[in-house]
């Protein structure tokens, strides 16, 4: 029989970390945005594990993780949601976020100024309105189409619904778009950071009465 999956709202610990950031790189790492931002593949698995880790480490205060498990506690999808208000997070929280950026980028400037180019974007035409920031969603590709993301969004948007405002995300994959639509995510923008890149989505889903 099939493994039970349940959604988990645990702290993570220094290995579980460890393990949820080394499932990012197997999430994130054929996608075709972050093929384009960090085009060596070892590099690119490198910078994958450590700037998750790191933002997962330091989420900042009042920062909602939840993972989704296998019954064995295997960790096979993530969700980072950011409260209204807590977004753009501390200075504090932003400079220990960004130790894992130096030191997976630092000696790539091009890497660096393609990602910044996009984080700059997004923080630019993010929402003004009081929402809940989906910063972080993903799942083990063996576990992909199996509910792991629905169970992490279901698990959410009752408590988004339930203080009466809205929720954001960013996306750079096209095929997510239908994905989020199935929540009541509509598009808000679509931006074009740097020209030889991919397009940036930005979604709205607008308070639930």
């Given at each position: 029989?099939?493994?039970?999956?349940?959604?988990?709202?645990?702290?993570?610990?220094?290995?579980?970390?460890?393990?949820?950031?080394a499932?990012?790189?197997?999430?994130?790492?054929?996608?075709?945005?972050?093929?384009?931002?960090?085009?060596?593949?070892?590099?690119?698995?490198?910078?994958?594990?450590?700037?998750?880790?790191?933002?997962?480490?330091?989420?900042?205060?009042?920062?909602?993780?939840?993972?989704?498990?296998a019954?064995?506690?295997?960790?096979?999808?993530?969700?980072?949601?950011?409260?209204?208000?807590?977004?753009?997070?501390?200075?504090?929280?932003?400079l220990?976020?960004?130790?894992?950026?130096?030191?997976?980028?630092?000696?790539?400037?091009?890497?660096?100024?393609?990602?910044?180019?996009?984080?700059?974007?997004?923080?630019?035409?993010?929402?003004?309105?009081?929402?809940?920031?989906?910063?972080?969603?993903?799942?083990?590709?063996?576990?992909?189409?199996?509910?792991?993301?629905?169970?992490?969004?279901?698990?959410?948007?009752?408590?988004?619904?339930?203080?009466?405002?809205?929720?954001?995300?960013?996306?750079?994959?096209?095929?997510?778009?239908?994905?989020?639509?199935r929540?009541?995510?509509?598009?808000?923008?679509?931006?074009?950071?740097?020209?030889?890149?991919?397009?940036?989505?930005?979604?709205?889903?607008?308070?639930?009465?």
């Amino acid at each position: 029989m099939p493994e039970a999956r349940t959604v988990d709202d645990r702290p993570l610990g220094p290995a579980e970390l460890r393990e949820a950031a080394a499932l990012a790189v197997r999430a994130f790492g054929d996608d075709p945005f972050f093929r384009f931002v960090i085009p060596d593949e070892a590099m690119r698995q490198r910078g994958l594990y450590l700037v998750h880790r790191s933002v997962m480490a330091h989420a900042g205060r009042g920062a909602h993780l939840r993972t989704v498990r296998a019954s064995s506690d295997r960790i096979v999808g993530v969700a980072l949601w950011l409260p209204t208000g807590r977004y753009p997070q501390s200075v504090k929280t932003q400079l220990s976020q960004v130790s894992g950026t130096l030191r997976a980028f630092m000696r790539r400037p091009g890497t660096m100024r393609r990602g910044y180019a996009y984080v700059k974007a997004a923080a630019v035409t993010h929402p003004k309105d009081p929402h809940w920031y989906l910063q972080l969603l993903m799942t083990e590709p063996s576990e992909q189409r199996r509910g792991v993301g629905t169970a992490l969004m279901h698990e959410a948007l009752p408590r988004v619904d339930a203080g009466g405002v809205g929720s954001s995300l960013e996306t750079q994959n096209a095929d997510n778009l239908a994905y989020y639509a199935r929540f009541g995510y509509e598009l808000r923008n679509t931006l074009q950071p740097l020209a030889e890149g991919p397009a940036l989505y930005s979604l709205w889903r607008p308070p639930r009465a």
